[in-house]
């Protein structure tokens, strides 16, 4: 990981208004850049912001200290592997028993972005954003993986570079995650935790195999409203990575359409925790329940 873009200062000022957003359950005094399933991208400072921070989960100190050592180790195992990545640094505060960490990195122009790029762009199986991941695609393992939404990506002409890494698609030489996904599953009533990383480990282990994470690709597409970019990539992908099976488009559909059903759910999920933490226990909820993304 790279040196901090941010003095602790001024991480611990952008804190205070995260934390002021979660109680008041209004984020208007934030500069969101983005949301994900289960995290959200704040630019700050917020009137111009220069960099992109990405809060985490609330961690142990414990467990912060190994999430640290698993990011460096999967930023390591992505340079050795082809994957460029966005200059990423890892800060912390004090949020009350816990910490949090914010991944720190530099705000990029938006119309770098690679689902803005294929947006402008007429849809093209040549195009070269398409080779470029299709390439990086068929250079991963069961061992190291990337994210799969092409608005995670950034392309130079030259260069994709992943901005995502705050979930680390990473197993050991046995096959078993390295990233451990439990804090993150906080944001959900206890009961169902176990049944939903379950879910999350099996969606996990289809990244392990570089069909699939082309499949999930494909799928995204769909998803952002990139239609016109589904036939092009699938054509990319099937022939850069010269697949026994080609992927088709109904098989792209179908993640699609599981993503549609699952990702309600879990919104749904995460306002009965919220209602249950703040109503009947009296603490903050230190998640954000994101408007959904597709």
């Known amino acids: 990981m790279t040196s901090p873009l941010l003095t602790q200062d001024e991480i611990e000022e952008l804190d205070a208004s995260v934390v002021a957003a979660l109680d008041a359950r209004d984020n208007s005094g934030l500069n ?3 949301y994900g399933e289960l995290s959200i991208a ?11 921070c990405k809060p985490t989960a609330p961690y142990t100190p414990a467990e912060l200290d190994d999430y640290i050592q698993v ?4 930023l390591e195992a ?3 592997t082809g994957v460029d990545v966005v200059p990423t640094s890892l800060m912390s505060v004090e949020r009350g028993d816990h910490l949090v960490g ?7 122009d938006p119309d770098s972005l690679a689902d803005k790029i294929l947006a402008a762009a007429q849809p093209d199986a040549e195009h070269p954003f398409l080779v470029a991941l299709a390439d990086i695609v ?3 393992s069961d061992r190291v993986s990337i994210d799969s939404q092409v608005s995670n990506w950034s392309w130079d002409g030259a260069t994709a570079t992943s901005i995502d890494v705050g979930t680390p698609f990473f197993w050991d030489e046995h096959g078993a995650p390295i990233y451990d996904v439990k804090p993150l599953f906080r944001a959900i009533p206890a009961p169902l935790r176990t049944f939903a990383m379950s879910d999350v480990g099996k969606l996990l282990e289809r990244y392990k195999q570089p069909r699939n994470v082309a499949a999930d690709v494909v799928a995204m597409l769909g998803r ?32 699609m359409e599981a993503d549609l059903k699952a990702m309600p759910r879990l919104k749904k999920l995460q306002r009965v925790e919220r209602a249950w933490v703040t109503i009947a226990r009296r603490r903050r909820y230190n998640y954000f329940v994101q408007p959904t993304t597709y």
């Open 42 to 52: 704040l630019g700050y400072p917020a009137n111009d912001p220069r960099v992109v």
């Open 71 to 74: 990011m460096s180790q999967y």
């Open 102 to 108: 914010y991944q720190v990195q530099p705000r990029l």
């Open 224 to 255: 952002i409203g990139l239609d016109q970019w589904v036939q092009p990539a699938l054509v990319a992908f099937n022939d850069g990575l010269q697949l026994d099976t080609p992927i088709a488009e109904a098989e792209a559909h179908a993640i």
């Open 78 to 80: 992505l340079a050795v």
């Open 32 to 34: 969101v850049i983005g």
């Open 138 to 140: 068929g250079s991963l």
